[in-house]
């Protein structure tokens, strides 16, 4: 068996791949499966522009996915920070044109402000799949595969910060020139405002592009007091629900689900997806439902939203055809014992298969006398039998 590929020979791709793992906050459960995508090979046209990156990826169907990776750019600010840390020091700037990026050089501009590596909200992918996981594995892949530029050359982490090998070297030249000086600086002439009467006759401009919504919904303000108590109501009671009122906002702000479609299951079980397990005891109690059911029906909604709800708690009866393609693919996966079919179900040992009526498929692994969704579901059964 040949060894196992991995992704970092030197130790700035290895930093590359840590800060992807520890630092930029990324869902570990949908790395391990990038990784294995990777190592197959089916990451194909990999190109590097500044502040992003993108690919082709094979999946389950003819036509590979095509995976767009944005990557924030640093403000002029930053990277005046930065250019000052590798200006430091002559052996910095040496280095990185032999191919190399100095441990002390990284560490410093971490520290400065200026980290090359990525962090938390610093990435932001899209892909062709329908996949809604955030990373797909396909995504995953390509972030892994970024290592090997990495390694080949750590001026990529200068371009996916925004500025090109050329621009930086050139920067640098200039600061080590001394013919450079200091443009004095003018004082900014005062700003008298408009009267009242040029802002009311004033022409409006086009309204500005929205920026991109936040990752995830922002926290709410914290109350002092709690209402008083004839309300029944406490301040961390009117927080929960101000938190998710943001989530929902949210949600519409990026044309996802809006309450008002959601089934009162499906509403209660987003809504737990985001509960700790005492805060699911007191929801369930409050909804009149069993605790051990919510917390099934949070872990789904978790994994895939409401296709992920359906497949855990529908039975169909859908036509023969799914069903003996998966049949033969789990057969062929080499698991334990023989394929039992039960309407839309398809168990082998410990894993199950489970065909939506989205036309998805859904992996679930048992756990004790549970059944539990397992990560993000396919179109196709191959991608999720092995």
Not at 118 to 126: E, H, S, T, V
Not at 136 to 150: N, P, R, S
Not at 180 to 204: H, I, N, Q
């Amino acid at each position: 068996m040949p060894p196992r590929r991995n992704f970092g020979t030197t130790w700035w791709g290895r930093a590359w791949v840590e800060a992807l793992e520890q630092r930029a906050k990324l869902d570990p459960n949908r790395l391990p499966r990038g990784r294995t995508y990777a190592r197959k090979g089916t990451v194909t046209e990999l190109h590097f522009g500044a502040g992003v990156m993108t690919a082709r990826v094979r999946g389950s169907r003819p036509q590979p996915y095509k995976v767009t990776i944005t990557m924030r750019t640093f403000t002029d600010g930053e990277w005046d920070t930065l250019l000052g840390v590798v200006g430091t020091q002559l052996g910095h700037a040496a280095a990185l044109l032999d191919g190399e990026l100095p441990a002390a050089l990284a560490e410093q501009a971490r520290e400065a402000g200026a980290d090359l590596l990525p962090g938390p909200g610093d990435l932001r992918p899209r892909c062709s799949c329908p996949d809604s996981a955030n990373p797909c594995k396909h995504v995953a892949a390509v972030y892994y595969l970024v290592a090997d530029e990495v390694d080949r050359d750590p001026f990529t982490l200068f371009l996916l910060r925004g500025r090109p090998r050329a621009d930086v070297l050139a920067e640098l030249r200039a600061r080590r020139s001394p013919s450079r000086a200091e443009k004095p600086k003018l004082p900014k002439a005062a700003d008298e405002g408009l009267t009242p009467r040029a802002a009311y006759t004033r022409r409006p401009g086009p309204i500005p592009a929205l920026p991109p919504p936040p990752r995830t919904a922002g926290p709410p303000a914290t109350l002092d007091l709690d209402p008083p108590p004839a309300t029944g109501w406490t301040a961390a009671a009117l927080s929960t629900l101000a938190a998710d009122a943001a989530s929902l906002a949210r949600d519409l702000l990026i044309g996802g689900v809006t309450a008002a479609e959601l089934t009162f299951e499906e509403d209660l079980a987003r809504r737990a997806a985001t509960r700790t397990a005492p805060e699911i005891t007191t929801l369930a109690a409050a909804a009149g439902v069993p605790p051990r059911d919510l917390t099934r029906w949070a872990e789904a909604w978790r994994e895939a939203g409401r296709g992920g709800l359906a497949a855990l708690r529908d039975t169909w009866q859908p036509g023969p055809g799914p069903l003996a393609e998966a049949q033969a693919i789990l057969a062929d996966a080499g698991l334990p014992g023989r394929p039992k079919i039960w309407r839309n179900r398809l168990t082998q040992g410990e894993v199950q298969l489970r065909y939506g009526q989205d036309a998805r498929w859904y992996r679930f692994t048992r756990a004790g006398t549970d059944w539990r969704l397992d990560g993000p579901p396919s179109a196709s059964p191959v991608d999720l039998a092995y």
